[in-house]
């Protein structure tokens, strides 16, 4: 394992899949959401092709031992794509990245809820932390439930970004149970290709030709999706899950400088304060469950008869 060079994947990930999310952003201003997730899924598939093809695991990544699984995988994922996608074109980009932040926190509770997995008090005080936060990152945009007013756009795209980041909980514990089966390859390109798929029923809602330059950021937005994946992937192999998990918040950062230099956007106080609980309950989650794995480990070695 080299750390650092985990660490580094990790980060330039990060800043590729927060500047696809920039691309996403421009490109919903002129296609519908169905459409996005079609570029962005379909133009995700060539770089795990190349990449499958350069490590020689072609066949680690075409084979499927549970399709199922990987069917329930691509409802959820095509549903926090769809969500995420059409929140990004209705909020700033700070924050739209913010409120998904929640995702690992609903994946937490709905882990002690659906696996049964046994979440104990520190951890649910870290989850109710990071709802709070939540709230107060929604608490501006609580108008579309208190005068039904779906006009406000902000407000219901707040809304919708919850519920994506509610679905991709989800979809994170379908890939906890697939991982039992499934192989990182595999699942990585049978969700592209599920996506790409399933996108394809929306085109009847009214696909439309687009510019040149709303094109190119969308299949800028594939590729760089595509990409980011496999350095996402490669980074686990050289460094902890522990160590790597808490760099997912940088992503705010880059949201923040992106959303400032190219759409003119400044967050909220509300924005910031939120997203500085969320980020703190993350951290906190992941730090807790870092410890727990030490004590199962070292608790296995206790057990282990020394021959």
Request: proline fraction near 4%.
């Amino acid at each position: 394992m080299n750390t650092r060079r985990g660490i580094a994947l990790k980060l330039v990930s990060i800043l590729l899949f927060s500047v696809m999310a920039a691309c996403i952003k421009y490109g919903r201003e002129v296609v519908p959401t169905g459409e996005a997730v079609f570029f962005r899924s379909f133009f995700a598939i060539p770089p795990i092709l190349i990449w499958a093809i350069w490590v020689g695991r072609v066949g680690e990544m075409v084979r499927v031992n549970s399709p199922l699984l990987h069917v329930n995988r691509g409802f959820y994922g095509v549903g926090a794509m769809s969500c995420g996608f059409l929140a990004l074109g209705l909020l700033p980009l700070p924050e739209a990245i913010a409120i998904g932040y929640a995702a690992p926190i609903v994946a937490t509770a709905l882990a002690a809820l659906i696996l049964r997995e046994k979440v104990r008090l520190f951890r649910w005080a870290a989850v109710a932390v990071g709802m709070v936060g939540v709230l107060i990152i929604l608490w501006p945009r609580m108008t579309v439930l208190t005068s039904g007013d779906v006009a406000d756009q902000a407000a219901l795209g707040a809304w919708v970004a919850l519920i994506g980041a509610v679905i991709a909980g989800l979809a994170k514990i379908q890939i906890r149970a697939m991982t039992q089966t499934e192989t990182t390859m595999s699942i990585v390109f049978w969700f592209a290709v599920t996506c790409t798929l399933a996108s394809l029923t929306t085109l009847p809602l009214g696909w439309v030709v687009p510019d040149w330059r709303a094109a190119t950021a969308l299949v800028a937005a594939g590729l760089l999706g595509g990409t980011a994946q496999i350095l996402m992937t490669e980074s686990y192999r050289h460094a902890q899950a522990s160590t790597l998990a808490p760099l997912e918040y940088t992503s705010m950062v880059w949201g923040l400088g992106i959303g400032f230099v190219i759409f003119a956007e400044i967050p909220g106080i509300s924005v910031l304060g939120g997203a500085a609980l969320v980020i703190a309950a993350g951290i906190l989650i992941i730090w807790r469950e870092h410890r727990l794995g030490i004590d199962t480990a070292k608790a296995r070695a206790v057990k282990t008869p020394q021959g």
